[in-house]
């Protein structure tokens, strides 16, 4: 026995793995509950027998929000409510409760603009947070939201599923050496309420710019009833474009072109490549999409409106930037002197 607990101890101080010693699961809060991802999430991180089951998280408990003006979003609350419960979490109405009770927390709100007022109260908390898209309902908040993370030292990323795809993946990562340009593309319904790519148009600018990277200097759209053609110019003189489809078929996709080949992109693979990334964040901490790149997102997509105010002439992203950026820091000071 003595022999035993002398091999355990030696173990121990070495940092080598022992019966018992799996590192515990952290319990995760969810904000919203009137997106499909909801459910998605919550039976890759709450069925350990699924093929497909990402370890390390458990999601305990949510605090459903749906959007009173977005039918489509609130009718939703309900039926999923139910299914959610069958997967083990628990339903509370106190989100101050629920932050105090979890790790980390997913805010996946359907609808962007209260994201900002859902964030506030788990970065107080010093809880890392991932905002599903889109991270707000405007440039102005998703800056706020950025600089509020960084007052309070609490890590935060946002990210559509479609970031994760392996094929987008392999580009970033140097598959066609230097990327010299992409044409991505993706579905492009609009929501009155936000911004016109923020709503679901987001998944294709989102594979635009894992291959692309920030850097965006300046952009111009056109637009038809049913499609939207973007095209940003990137530091360097590349090109980039983003094609949104309200009619036909449409699908994800596109094409990186690179300085040692040409390559397909932007399949979507899923929901579990995401969901492994979020894990290793609250496990770690380290952000997998930094600020800068989110921010330089949403720019490009607000240049787009600004370029359709302006009869679709083009924007730079810069002007976009000063103007946001003024409107950012006026309503931060407001907040924190609250």
């Given at each position: 026995m003595l022999r035993i607990?002398?091999?355990l101890a030696l173990a121990l101080c070495s940092g080598i793995p022992v019966p018992g010693d799996e590192p515990a699961v952290l319990k995760i809060g969810m904000i919203g509950l009137d997106t499909s991802h909801c459910l998605a999430f919550a039976r890759l991180l709450n069925m350990p027998d699924d093929a497909q089951h990402v370890p390390g998280c458990r999601i305990t408990l949510v605090y459903p929000q749906g959007s009173p003006d977005i039918e489509s979003s609130v009718s939703r609350v309900p039926g999923y409510t139910a299914e959610i419960r069958k997967l083990g979490v628990e339903v509370i109405d106190d989100l101050d409760a629920m932050i105090a009770q979890v790790d980390a927390v997913l805010l996946e709100t359907n609808d962007g603009r209260p994201h900002l007022e859902q964030v506030i109260p788990v970065l107080k908390a010093g809880k890392r947070v991932f905002i599903d898209k889109p991270i707000a309902g405007s440039l102005v908040d998703a800056i706020v939201i950025f600089r509020?993370?960084?007052?309070?030292?609490?890590?935060?990323?946002?990210?559509?599923?479609?970031?994760?795809?392996?094929?987008?993946?392999?580009?970033?990562?140097?598959?066609?050496?230097?990327?010299?340009?992409?044409?991505?593309?993706?579905?492009?319904?609009?929501?009155?309420?936000?911004?016109?790519?923020?709503?679901?148009?987001?998944?294709?600018?989102?594979?635009?710019?894992t291959v692309m990277g920030p850097g965006c200097e300046s952009v111009v759209r056109t637009q038809t009833p049913n499609f939207d053609q973007v095209t940003g110019v990137w530091s360097g003189g590349r090109i980039g474009t983003f094609r949104g489809i309200r009619s036909g078929e449409g699908g994800y996709g596109g094409t990186a072109f690179g300085v040692k080949g040409v390559a397909p992109i932007g399949a979507y693979d899923g929901y579990r490549p995401l969901v492994v990334e979020f894990v290793k964040f609250f496990q770690t901490g380290g952000v997998p999409v930094s600020p800068a790149e989110t921010?330089?997102?949403?720019?490009?997509?607000?240049?787009?409106?600004?370029?359709?105010?302006r009869g679709f002439t083009p924007v730079k992203i810069a002007d976009v930037m000063q103007q946001a950026e003024a409107a950012a820091a006026e309503k931060l000071a407001d907040i924190l002197r609250k």
């Open positions: 607990l002398t091999i509020l993370a960084e007052h309070y030292q609490v890590p935060l990323f946002s990210s559509s599923s479609l970031r994760y795809s392996a094929a987008a993946q392999a580009v970033r990562n140097g598959s066609i050496g230097d990327v010299t340009g992409c044409d991505a593309f993706s579905p492009c319904s609009l929501e009155p309420t936000h911004p016109d790519l923020f709503w679901y148009g987001i998944h294709g600018c989102e594979t635009l710019f921010i330089d997102l949403y720019a490009f997509m607000e240049a787009a409106d600004e370029s359709k105010r």
